[in-house]
């Protein structure tokens, strides 16, 4: 760990006991954490997460909020989004995934880079606005990644792969689904329903397909798992910040 990783750790333990996050740490141990063989492709495993790839969306006390908010609110998020899909296009971006970019899948982002994106707050004010109120404000979307309007077109397909780690998870909001789509899991197949969350373990293996007739869409918001605590949570921001600082 490099000076400023280890001041900010013992910062963090100063504040909130010496064992508090001594998960992060196992983490970071030379002997690395035990995993699931369909999270070889993941970078960090924290131990003592769920090992389960699909979880209930509102299972949690500390994301039902968010969930009930989300779904409440899909009428209006779905039509304010149909008219920036029609009337904004420019706005939207092949996604880029650390692995690999895709002209085939579209994103409009919310939040990124640890902040809200303000210019998305007019074109879909009912998505900027549940998600500041319920997720931002409330510390429950991680800084270190993203909230984003994920559209696959008609035939495309996310291949299969691990993302970095395990201490966040993926909510997604079924914003606009045709038949013909479906996600996996871990080997498990599941299909969106519209207006509904699906919550899930993105360390696992996963994969996407868009086999209908029309784009798909959901509402991604990548949220602490909630079995980590806000010491730990603090490790990993400083954690990861001062790795991407290092890695330009």
């Known amino acids: 760990m490099t000076p400023e990783m280890e001041n ?16 992060v740490e196992r983490m970071l141990s030379s ?10 492709g993941a970078k960090w495993i924290m131990p003592g997460l769920s090992p389960v790839p699909w979880h209930d969306p509102y299972a949690y006390t500390e994301l039902t909020p968010v969930v009930e908010a989300l779904e409440a609110a899909h009428p209006a998020i779905k039509e304010e989004f149909n008219i920036a ?16 970019r895709q ?32 997720a931002v404000d409330t510390e429950k979307i991680c800084p270190l990644l ?8 008609p035939g495309a397909m996310i291949d299969p ?20 789509c479906s996600i996996t899991v871990a080997g498990q197949t599941r299909s969106w329903e519209e207006g509904r969350c699906l919550l ?10 868009n086999d209908g007739t ?26 990861i910040t001062e790795i991407r600082r290092h890695m330009g």
């Open 85 to 100: 899909w029609a009337v904004r296009r420019e706005a939207f971006s092949d996604y880029e995934h650390y692995l690999t």
């Open 161 to 180: 792969h691990c993302d970095l780690w395990n201490f966040s998870i993926n909510l997604h909001l079924a914003v606009d689904i045709p038949d013909g």
């Open 8 to 23: 900010a750790f013992a910062a963090i333990r100063s504040d909130y006991g010496a064992e508090s996050i001594a998960r």
């Open 103 to 134: 002209e085939d899948w579209q994103a409009l982002y919310l939040f990124r880079e640890g902040a809200l994106v303000e210019e998305s707050a007019a074109m879909t004010p009912t998505a900027y606005k549940v998600l500041k109120e319920f």
């Open 214 to 239: 029309r784009p798909r869409t959901c509402l991604l918001v990548d949220l602490w798992h909630p079995q980590t605590t806000v010491p730990e949570r603090k490790a990993l921001v400083a954690l």
């Open 31 to 40: 002997g690395g954490s035990s995993r699931h063989p369909l999270q070889r």
């Open 146 to 153: 993203e909230c984003h309007f994920s559209t696959l077109l």
């Open 200 to 209: 899930f373990d993105y360390s696992f293996e996963h994969e996407a397909r």
